[in-house]
């Protein structure tokens, strides 16, 4: 629903600028937003209504897992095809760029679809590792996580900035394709589900 408003909002902005030259939106990463808005919610607030239940904490895992993995292939599929037609139609006949983008769409359907179903999954799972520490040590185990990942940020970009690293690090990172990429950000996602198995096991409805 968030990104069907998006898209005919960005659309009617389109038409009204005219055709000169092409319109990026970046309104797409709404879905994927909402997805891991998801992951936070499904275990915040559906795990105490299924222990509620006496339903295994395995069980709920591996059901919001599956979850999970069907309602991404689903939405991977969807943006792909939107990808096709937008690209085929024009940009819907006013040259907007919603689905199809620079370096993200590059390659053929398989790859795109690879691509947004690895984004799906790695934000769904990162937003339930969140849910499950908030699970298991409650609000002060998401803030001393929130704090620890700040200050490792904060200290990561200090070290690339006091030794002059950025450049390299964009060197790095230039020569990648989408698939390549994303490629890199499936590995820890079977991590991200460890994780959140292990801190359901011992948590509390």
């Known amino acids: 629903m968030i990104m069907g408003i998006t898209f005919v909002v960005n659309l009617i902005i389109g038409y009204f600028i005219g055709q000169d030259e092409p319109y990026y939106t970046g309104a797409l990463c709404s879905i994927f937003i909402m997805v ?26 591996l059901g919001t897992a599956a979850f999970a993995v069907l309602v991404s292939v689903a939405f991977a599929a969807a943006l792909d095809i939107l990808t096709y037609v937008e690209q085929q139609s024009n940009g819907w ?30 934000l769904f799972f990162v937003g339930f590792v969140y849910a499950s520490v908030y699970r298991r040590f409650g609000r002060l185990g998401v803030l001393s996580l929130s704090a620890v990942l700040f200050v490792a940020g904060s200290f990561g970009t200090f070290l690339l900035t006091y030794y002059d690293q950025w450049g390299a690090l964009l060197d790095f990172f230039k020569p990648l394709t989408s ?5 890199w950000a499936a590995i820890p996602i079977p991590l991200y589900a460890a994780i959140s198995y292990g801190l359901l096991r011992k948590s509390v409805a």
């Open 179 to 183: 698939v390549e990429l994303f490629s």
């Open 93 to 122: 006949g006013v040259r907007m760029h919603y689905f199809h983008l620079p370096w993200l769409s590059d390659g053929w359907a398989i790859s795109r679809f690879w691509v947004f179903l690895v984004g799906f999954l790695h």
């Open 36 to 61: 891991g808005v998801t992951g936070v919610m499904i275990a915040a607030q559906t795990f105490p209504f299924a222990i509620g239940f006496s339903i295994r904490r395995l069980d709920f895992f």
